[in-house]
């Protein structure tokens, strides 16, 4: 992408990687977006991560390390959307939930 500027911001041409021809869109502003940066740093070194960085989840949001659940952007579940980071959070929580449920039976069984 290369942006013009002649007094005032005006267009921006664009080129694909893969193809010769240019694009030259006249605009008047732009956002510049670098992409997404998974931040899984704090447990990298617990549970799976991808290439991406992303955690690993099962469908019930656990992850490689029992008793760590995780949701939204962060793993690798599809769509970098509010709604799905909301449903994925709703998920982890009840997952969380039953393994502690389990937990507390398991002790009461070995008691
Ligand atoms: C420019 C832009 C526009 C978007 N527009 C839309 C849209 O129109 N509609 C839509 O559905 N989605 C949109 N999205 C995507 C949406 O924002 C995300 O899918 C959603 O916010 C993911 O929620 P999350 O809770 O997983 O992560 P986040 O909302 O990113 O929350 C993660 C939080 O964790 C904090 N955090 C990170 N590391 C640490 C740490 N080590 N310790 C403590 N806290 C930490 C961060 O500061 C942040 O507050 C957009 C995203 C971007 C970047």
Not at 20 to 44: H, T, Y
Not at 91 to 102: D, F, G
């Amino acid at each position: 992408m290369d942006v013009r500027e002649e007094g005032a911001l005006s267009n921006v041409t664009i080129r694909k990687k893969a193809e010769e021809n240019v694009i030259v869109i006249p605009v008047k502003g732009v956002f510049i977006a670098i992409g997404l940066q998974s931040d899984s740093f704090p447990v990298v070194h617990l549970v799976d991560t991808n290439n991406k960085g992303e955690i690993v989840i099962n469908p019930d949001c656990s992850t490689s390390f029992p008793g760590i659940f995780a949701a939204g952007d962060v793993t690798n579940a599809f769509g970098k959307r509010i709604v799905i980071a909301c449903g994925e959070g709703a998920k982890a929580v009840l997952a969380a939930r039953q393994h502690i449920l389990n937990m507390k039976k398991k002790k009461e069984v070995t008691a």
